[in-house]
C-alpha cells in the first residue's frame, strides 16, 4: 500500500506539472479521464491511491498554473489576478521574481491547510449548517462588495461584466448543449481574451533576471492574514474562488503587487486543501477534483489524513519544480516571437476546446472571449465574470 501511495504521488506530481504549465489543460479534465476509467484502475490499486494522485496533481498544479499566467498571460480562474502584478513584474525583467512569490504563497498554503484541517473538524459543520439557507445572500452580498471595490466611474462597468457572465452561465451551464461546458465558457474569459489583448498592445519582452528581493516579514505577514480571512469562504461557498478570496482578504489591508502574489499562491492552494477537507467534513465537493474524489472514495479520518500527508509531500516538491521552470521560461520568453508564441496557444486552445466539448463549443468560447477582452479593455478586474459561475449557482439555489 506504501510503494502504491508513493507511485500515486509521483504521477500526481507528473500530471500537475503538466496540467500547470500547459493552458488550457485542467486538473477537472484529468480527475474526470481517471473516474471514466476507474472501473479498469480499480484492478490494480485501491480507491484511496486514486484519490492520493489526484490529490497530489491538484497541488502541484496551483504552484505549476503560475507559470502560464505570467510569462504567456493564459492563466486559469484562480491565477487570473496574477496577470496584472505578475506581467507587471515580467515587463521589468522579473517573471521568475513573480513566480517564485506565487511560490512560496503556495507553500504556505499548503502549511495553512495542515494547521487549520483540525479546527476546520470542529467549526465547519457548525458554521456551513447555520449559513446554508443563507448561501444566495452571502453569493450575492460578496459580489455586491467585490463590485463596489472597483474604482471610481468602474463599479457600473464591473456590474455589467457580472451581470453578462452570469447570463452567458446560465445559457451555458443550464442548457446542456455541450459537454464539458467550463471549458470553452472559463478558457475564453480568463485564457483567450488576454491573449487578444496581448497581440492587440503587441507585448514585447525584456530580458529576465533571476534576482529576486527578500520578502519581509510584516509584509508576509499581511498575506498570512488576509489568507486566513478570506480562504475558509471558499470551501462552502459554491462559486466562489481564490480569486475573489484574494480581493476579498486584500480589501482589509494595504498591499504592493509583490505581497498580492504570495497571496494569491498562498490561497489557491488553501483553497484547494480546504475543499478535500470539507469533502469529509461537510460530505461535499467544492471544486470538480473534490466531487471526483468523494465518488470514488468514501473519506475517514484516516485516509484524510493520509490525503493531507501527501499535500504537504506534492507542496515540497511543487516548490522545486515551479522554480526550476521559471528559469527555464525565463531563458525561453525572451528568445521567441511572442506575438506567435500567442497565436500559437490561442490555435492549442481553440483545438482542445472542439475535442473537449465539441465544435459547438466555439461558439461559447467566441463569446466569452468577447466579453473578456471588454473587460480587459476596460481596465476592471477580471473576477468579476465569476459571475458566470455564481449566478447559475444563486439561481439553482434559488429556485
Not at 489543460?25 to 480499480?42: A, D, P, R
Not at 490529490?55 to 493564459?74: C, E, K, N, R, Y
Not at 479546527?119 to 458554521?127: D, G
Request: with cysteine.
Amino acid at each position: 500500500m506504501l510503494i502504491e501511495i508513493f507511485l500515486a504521488l509521483i504521477f500526481g506530481i507528473i500530471a500537475g506539472t503538466f496540467t500547470g504549465i500547459f493552458p488550457g489543460i485542467h486538473i477537472n479534465l484529468v480527475s474526470l479521464m481517471i473516474f471514466t476509467w476507474s472501473g479498469f484502475l480499480l484492478k490494480f490499486a485501491p480507491p484511496i491511491v486514486l484519490a492520493a494522485f489526484i490529490v497530489s496533481m491538484a497541488i502541484t498544479h496551483t504552484f505549476l498554473d503560475f507559470i502560464p499566467s505570467i510569462f504567456l498571460g493564459a492563466p486559469e480562474e484562480a491565477t487570473s489576478l496574477s496577470v496584472l502584478p505578475g506581467h507587471s513584474l515580467l515587463l521589468k525583467g522579473r517573471g521568475y521574481e513573480a513566480v517564485r512569490l506565487a511560490s512560496i504563497g503556495s507553500l504556505s498554503g499548503v502549511i495553512l491547510t495542515a494547521i487549520f484541517v483540525p479546527v476546520f473538524l470542529f467549526a465547519l459543520p457548525a458554521v456551513y449548517g447555520a449559513s446554508e439557507k443563507f448561501i444566495p445572500l452571502i453569493l450575492i452580498l460578496s459580489s455586491a462588495f467585490l463590485i463596489y471595490k472597483e474604482g471610481k466611474g468602474k463599479k457600473t462597468l464591473a456590474l455589467m461584466a457580472f451581470l453578462i457572465s452570469g447570463v452567458l452561465g446560465v445559457f451555458v451551464l443550464d442548457f446542456n448543449m455541450i459537454r464539458e461546458p467550463l471549458f470553452p465558457l472559463l478558457t475564453g474569459l480568463f485564457g483567450t481574451s488576454m491573449l487578444f489583448t496581448s497581440l492587440n498592445n503587441n507585448t514585447k519582452i525584456p530580458k529576465q533576471t533571476l534576482d529576486h528581493k527578500k520578502i519581509n516579514k510584516k509584509e508576509f505577514s499581511k498575506a498570512i492574514k488576509a489568507s486566513v480571512i478570506s480562504s475558509p469562504l471558499c470551501s462552502f461557498l459554491p462559486g466562489l474562488g481564490a480569486s475573489q478570496a484574494a480581493v476579498i482578504g486584500s480589501s482589509f489591508t494595504e498591499m504592493d503587487e509583490r505581497v498580492f502574489l504570495i497571496l494569491l499562491g498562498m490561497i489557491g492552494t488553501f483553497v484547494t486543501g480546504l475543499n478535500f477537507a470539507s469533502l469529509y467534513i461537510i460530505g461535499k465537493g467544492r471544486s470538480g477534483a473534490s466531487v471526483i474524489i468523494g465518488k470514488l472514495v468514501e473519506l475517514n479520518l484516516s485516509s484524510l489524513s493520509l490525503l493531507i500527508a501527501v499535500m504537504i509531500a506534492s507542496g515540497g516538491i511543487a516548490l522545486l519544480l515551479s522554480l526550476y521552470f521559471a528559469k527555464v521560461f525565463s531563458r525561453f520568453i525572451e528568445k521567441v516571437n511572442y506575438r506567435m508564441l500567442s497565436i500559437a496557444i490561442i490555435l492549442l486552445l481553440v483545438a482542445l476546446s472542439i475535442m473537449i466539448s465539441g465544435p459547438l463549443s466555439l461558439i461559447v468560447l467566441m463569446a466569452s472571449t468577447s466579453l473578456g477582452v471588454y473587460v480587459n479593455e476596460s481596465g476592471i478586474k477580471k473576477m468579476h465574470m465569476m459571475g458566470c459561475l455564481i449566478i447559475p449557482v444563486i439561481f439553482y439555489l434559488l429556485f
